[in-house]
């Protein structure tokens, strides 16, 4: 480590350099150079700070993490400063709040925008990574993080005929920064996951018209967002402290726990009273009720038919709510949305539903959308349509390590790693909650923030130590990827087929279950013991 002091000058190499300025690159950043004094920058894509919530500027996208639970809590100075305005924070005060948090820890001035990673090439000789942007740099590393986000790489369904739609089209992960104009527009939206059920009710305010192309039912509890009272933000500053520790001990990082008890041994009336008070209060804390909901189909099916029940209330056209109600999985074993008056939007007159289960799109024609049985004649197409999540983004990369080794070959039938943090061939290259890792299962900042500290400590560690590489083994991945496997096998996630969590919903992605499903807390103590044991599973090199 110590020959590559003076990183960034013509011709040396960097200590670190990390790709991607969301809240993993930012912690990353500002724990590499001044924490350990190392040479070190952020390469991004984007014109500044953010990240996924530099994107995804969507009508009423929202975080559907507590705002006094999405951010940072390594500094409480930071802490006690910022001010949330909601219960759950819209996509533009997480910019500012990212951005303030870049000011503050004066962290741009480390950080090249508008500089997208084409490729990423170890070389065996130097021990370094040359890496290589879409503006012709070349750039040599002896470490590389990719802080690259899970949600990241949008993904437009290949439905023939888009290139000759007359009107207007956007993907919601790439939205235009000046917005789009519904007013007087018959729009079309693609995708009923939490984003299209976050942008449905706010389109519906101004577009003259808008038809929602439902392929898979989804759940969806209140939100209830609402700003916060004074007496609330005072008690979560007094109380940063037990707050985090809540967040540390759930399975979720979320700050609530889960209940203790289970659906099934819980009296029916008591049982539905429990719900009532949970659709009341809103949010993700539905999906903490019970403890057995995730892991019992029986317990699960009573979630999820009060949920039906409850679209059936709201929703007063009996065939429409029979459409949405349809749900053909498991509550929760997709990513469960919170919405604002989803279900509601229904009601309205220039609201149409279209169920593209029954009749499944056939093209896209100059005029609008054809289904197998009809024609919706459209001036504006907005694909809710998701993400290639958890891989798309690493693998746009073209990232090749020892060998020649090409990730995209390595990962070929899914991706293989340790702990969700190190693939075997490419060594010194770290992923900040990647696949494998319990990541988008939780409230994100909160494994950020793990795999941040704990990357950090291990850089740390190689270089007291006078080491220069670090990689893991297939053995370790194989044993890892079990235990991956154990964790999801235990639960009912992968029991919806279609969701992304599997890659079901990008063409041609090897289905496999994603993310760590054993918990946070588990995690934690299954990467602190790793760390205290001498770095098992890892090969480290002089
Ligand atoms: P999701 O959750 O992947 O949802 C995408 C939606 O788009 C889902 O309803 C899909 O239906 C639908 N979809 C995808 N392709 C098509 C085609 N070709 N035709 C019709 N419908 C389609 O993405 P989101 O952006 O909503 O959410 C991603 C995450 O961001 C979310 O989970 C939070 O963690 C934040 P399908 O279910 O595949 O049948």
Request: one cysteine or more; hydrophobic letters at 40%.
């Amino acid at each position: 480590m110590t020959e590559v002091r003076s990183g960034g000058a013509q011709g040396v190499p960097f200590d670190a350099l990390i790709v991607g300025a969301g809240f993993s690159g930012l912690y990353q950043l500002l724990c590499l150079r001044d924490r350990l004094g190392l040479n070190v920058e952020i390469l991004e894509s984007a014109s500044g700070v953010g990240g996924t919530w530099y994107w995804n500027r969507y009508p009423g996208a929202r975080c559907d993490s507590e705002s006094h639970a999405y951010c940072y809590s390594f500094s409480d100075a930071l802490t006690q400063e910022w001010e949330w305005s909601e219960r759950y924070p819209g996509q533009p005060e997480i910019l500012r709040y990212l951005d303030h948090v870049a000011e503050r820890f004066d962290l741009k001035r480390s950080i090249r925008f508008d500089t997208r990673v084409t490729g990423a090439t170890y070389d065996e000789e130097s021990r370094l990574w040359e890496v290589t942007t879409a503006g012709g740099e070349r750039l040599s590393t002896r470490f590389l993080v990719a802080a690259v986000g899970c949600l990241s790489s949008a993904n437009v369904p290949d439905i023939p005929g888009l290139a000759s739609f007359a009107g207007r089209w956007y993907h919601t992960g790439e939205w235009p920064h000046g917005g789009v104009d519904f007013g007087g527009a018959r729009v079309g939206l693609v995708g009923t996951g939490s984003t299209g059920i976050q942008a449905a009710p706010v389109i519906a305010e101004t577009a003259a018209h808008l038809t929602v192309f439902q392929r898979t039912a989804n759940y969806s509890v209140p939100a209830r967002n609402a700003p916060l009272t004074q007496e609330f933000r005072r008690y979560a500053k007094e109380h940063a402290a037990d707050i985090r520790r809540t967040m540390h001990t759930s399975y979720n990082a979320h700050p609530f726990l889960i209940s203790d008890r289970r659906a099934v041994d819980t009296p029916q009336k008591e049982r539905e009273a429990i719900y009532e008070a949970a659709w009341a209060k809103g949010g993700l804390q539905f999906r903490a009720t019970f403890r057995d909901l995730l892991s019992d189909p029986a317990a699960n099916e009573t979630a999820a038919t009060f949920i039906k029940n409850k679209i059936r209330e709201i929703v007063k056209d009996p065939l429409t709510a029979e459409k949405l109600a349809a749900i053909d999985h498991p509550y929760a074993a997709k990513r469960p949305p919170i919405d604002t008056g989803y279900f509601e939007t229904f009601n309205r007159d220039n609201v149409t539903l279209v169920d593209v289960r029954a009749t499944p799109i056939e093209r896209i024609t100059p005029e609008g959308i054809r289904t197998r049985d009809a024609e919706y004649p459209l001036d504006i197409i907005v694909f809710a349509t998701g993400f290639d999540a958890m891989t798309g983004a690493m693998l746009r990369m073209d990232i090749r390590g020892r060998d020649g080794l090409r990730l995209a070959d390595a990962w070929a039938a899914g991706p293989r790693n340790y702990l969700g943090l190190q693939v075997a061939g490419f060594p010194n290259l770290f992923m900040v909650t990647g696949p494998g890792s319990p990541s988008v299962l939780c409230n994100m900042p909160v494994p950020i923030e793990q795999h941040v500290e704990w990357i950090t400590a291990y850089i740390d560690h190689m270089r007291r130590n006078g080491l220069s590489s670090i990689e893991t083994t297939e053995a370790a991945m194989d044993a890892w990827v079990a235990q991956v496997n154990e964790a999801a096998a235990a639960t009912l996630l992968p029991q919806a087929s279609h969701s992304w969590y599997l890659g079901a919903n990008v063409p041609g992605k090897p289905r496999v279950f994603m993310p760590y499903a054993g918990g946070m807390p588990k995690y934690r103590r299954i990467c602190a013991d790793v760390a205290a044991n001498g770095y098992e599973g890892f090969v480290l090199g002089a």
